[in-house]
């Protein structure tokens, strides 16, 4: 069975980190791009990151520029989104989803078809 999973989240005090784990499993992830997606309450969902198969295309939303890194371990059926420098702002359930090819983008849903059910991310003091 296809399936995503986030683990990660939790309270961070402004200015720090978090390392978020998208862990797949039913299907080869090598063969697929990566998408990190956020949703803060009464927002729509926006796309935050996304990594192609190969780990060689990668795209950041402007918010996040310069403070979060994806990377993955396909050995390890493993995507990572490591979030530096954290603001009140980026308070949200952060989401994974599997592209349906090697690339996607990270403003078109159509791009993904499973998603992970998600891990919140609260930036406070």
Do not use: H
């Not at 999973?5 to 791009?33: H, I, K, M, N, W």
């Not at 729509?44 to 402007?62: C, F, N, Q």
């Not at 420098?85 to 090697?102: M, N």
């Amino acid at each position: 069975q296809l399936q995503l999973a986030e683990f990660g989240g939790g309270l961070v005090q402004p200015g720090g980190s978090l390392r978020l784990s998208c862990v797949t499993s039913g299907f080869t992830l090598d063969f697929y791009a990566i998408g990190w997606f956020r949703q803060a309450p009464g927002k729509a969902r926006e796309g935050v990151a996304v990594i192609s198969s190969s780990g060689l295309t990668i795209t950041y939303a402007d918010s996040v520029k310069g403070r979060f890194t994806v990377s993955r371990d396909n050995a390890k059926n493993t995507v990572f989104l490591e979030m530096n420098s954290l603001k009140p702002e980026d308070t949200a359930v952060y989401y994974c989803a599997k592209g349906r090819w090697t690339q996607a983008t990270l403003t078109n849903r159509d791009d993904y078809e499973y998603w992970g059910r998600g891990t919140q991310v609260t930036v406070s003091s």
